[in-house]
């Protein structure tokens, strides 16, 4: 027999949000002041996905790309209160599948050492998230890098533009197959790389937009990037990536991991609006 309470569950489950970007955002803010005041452990295992992963420790050679995230959390001492080093971030931009169930955000991340008010180390986080059936929204994947000095410009939150055409790909391409294309040509990369592009990478200040992004590149030996999982929304208009890749010419020998955040265009063809990078020590 159907209950009013049974009949509201169900309205609940299935109500669609009319501001997705936004709820994440918020859901981003809130897991930033829970850290804040409980710190990092209890804060993420309020927020963290059942099957969360995070990035392998770039510093262990031979370390996975990616590797559950809450047996990780759940194995870190209680965190002494008040907080003593307090993990400080705040979502800067970021973007939400047409179905309002998939998404991500990045922005500026500090770990203050509170008793000597200093800084700790500096940098940026990624976090990609999935919106529960109960409409509450947990991190899914969780990535960060370091910057040198810390990011100034990364605020306040707006929504990634809409990514411009190109006539890369094809427009009834799976993600998986856009992966393959630039897995080893770096002509397909950057005739992927969408307008406002966001490329983070460990160790250098965040450089932001397609010439920006293709000096750089130009300067470096292309790398090779390989072991792609990708994660798309239901609606097939945002996902998520990671491998690992390496570089090798120039003098130069390196091994690390990636992360990318795709979106389709009006074309339907996938154009990359966001990538990462940390290289192995």
Do not use: C, K
Not at 86 to 115: K, Y
Not at 134 to 146: F, H, M, S, T, Y
Not at 271 to 279: G, I, L, P
């Amino acid at each position: 027999m159907w209950t009013r309470w049974t009949l509201v569950g169900l309205l609940m489950t299935t109500q669609a949000d009319p501001q997705p970007l936004q709820r994440m955002a918020a859901a981003e803010r809130a897991f930033a002041a829970a850290a804040a005041e409980q710190g990092w452990r209890d804060a993420a295992l309020a927020y963290l996905a059942a099957d969360a992963i995070q990035r392998g420790a770039p510093s262990r050679a031979g370390a996975p790309v990616a590797e559950p995230a809450r047996p990780a959390v759940a194995e870190l001492p209680l965190t002494r209160l008040p907080v003593a080093l307090r993990d400080m971030w705040e979502p800067a931009f970021g973007s939400v599948s047409s179905d309002g169930t998939f998404g991500w955000t990045a922005g500026a991340q500090a770990a203050l050492n509170l008793p000597v008010r200093s800084l700790a180390h500096q940098g940026a986080y990624f976090h990609a998230w999935r919106r529960r059936d109960d409409g509450a929204w947990r991190v899914w994947l969780i990535d960060e890098v370091r910057f040198p000095n810390v990011w100034q410009d990364a605020a306040p939150f707006a929504a990634v533009p809409a990514p411009d055409t190109g006539d890369a790909g094809q427009p009834t391409e799976s993600l998986a197959d856009a992966e393959h294309a630039i897995a080893t040509d770096a002509h397909a990369w950057n005739g992927r790389l969408a307008a406002s592009i966001h490329l983070h990478i460990g160790g250098e200040m965040p450089l932001v937009g397609r010439n920006a992004v293709r000096e750089w590149a130009a300067s470096r030996p292309p790398p090779r990037f390989a072991d792609a999982t990708v994660q798309v929304a239901a609606s097939d208009d945002v996902g998520v990536s990671y491998g690992s890749f390496d570089v090798t010419g120039q003098g130069r020998s390196e091994r690390g991991a990636w992360v990318r955040a795709w979106q389709r265009d009006v074309t339907g063809r996938w154009r990359m609006t966001f990538e990462s990078r940390r290289m192995e020590r």
